[in-house]
Antibody, heavy 118, light 110 residues
Framework: EVQLVESGGGLVQPGGSLRLSCAASGVTFSNYWMHWVRQAPGKGLVWVSRINTDGGSTAYADSVRGRFTISRDNAKNTLYLQMSSLRAEDTAVYYC???????????WGQGSLVTVSS | QSVLTQPPSASGTPGQRVTISCSGSSSNIGSNAVNWYQHLPGTAPTLLISSNDQRPSGVPDRFSGSKSGTSASLAISGLQSEDEADYYCAAWDDSLNAVLFGGGTKLTVL
């Protein structure tokens, strides 16, 4: 069974930094592209970033480019999202998600809440 | 504002058929596959339809998807109370080099 478990969320002040992790199990992690998707309170799902299998190719939403960095450690079966210069509008539940070839995003984690507030 | 446009709400009574639309453009729905996700608050979203009209194993055949041009639709037949959830369409956008989600449709079973 595929399991994606996010961690690292919490309360951070505006301008601060936080690193989210997503531990994968029940899957050959290194075979899949991975994504981060977020949902602000009362809002819809918004794509944040994606990374290819070896970490050599990444993409970001305009709203986070230059502030967030996606990375992965295939030896640890873990996906990361380093977030810096955080703003109030970054407050959201952050989901990691697996991308299967010819399918797209097919499995999601339970999410990790990030709150940016003073 | 989402580039993929969905109605914010939909409703139906048990047993009815409901359709949710998703409108995009040539750079996303027009040239890439559409997925649909079901999301219950506080839980992980789940894949309902992939590649426009494919149901993953375990998804009831009450759920079906279609695509025509730059629009896609999700149909739910034989509506049940447990179908009450938020539904999102998604597609890759070649111009933005990003995954786009629709704004979501809240389905209410009356």
């Amino acid at each position: 069974e595929v399991q994606l478990v996010e961690s690292g969320g919490g309360l951070v002040q505006p301008g601060g930094s936080l690193r989210l992790s997503c531990a994968a199990s029940g899957v050959t992690f290194s075979n899949y592209w991975m994504h981060w998707v977020r949902q602000a309170p009362g809002k819809g799902l918004v794509w944040v970033s994606r990374i290819n299998t070896d970490g050599g190719s990444t993409a970001y939403a305009d709203s986070v480019r230059g502030r967030f960095t996606i990375s992965r450690d295939n030896a640890k079966n873990t996906l990361y999202l380093q977030m810096s210069s955080l703003r109030a509008e970054d407050t959201a539940v952050y989901y990691c998600a697996r991308d299967s070839p010819s399918v797209g995003i097919d499995y999601w984690g339970q999410g990790s809440l990030v709150t940016v507030s003073s | 504002q989402s580039v993929l446009t969905q109605p914010p709400s939909a409703s139906g009574t048990p047993g009815q058929r409901v359709t949710i639309s998703c409108s995009g453009s040539s750079s996303n729905i027009g040239s890439n596959a559409v997925n649909w996700y079901q999301h219950l608050p506080g839980t992980a979203p789940t894949l309902l339809i992939s590649s426009n009209d494919q149901r993953p194993s375990g998804v009831p055949d009450r759920f079906s998807g279609s695509k025509s041009g730059t629009s896609a639709s999700l149909a739910i037949s034989g509506l049940q109370s447990e179908d009450e959830a938020d539904y999102y369409c998604a597609a890759w956008d070649d111009s933005l080099n990003a995954v786009l989600f629709g704004g979501g449709t809240k389905l209410t079973v009356l």
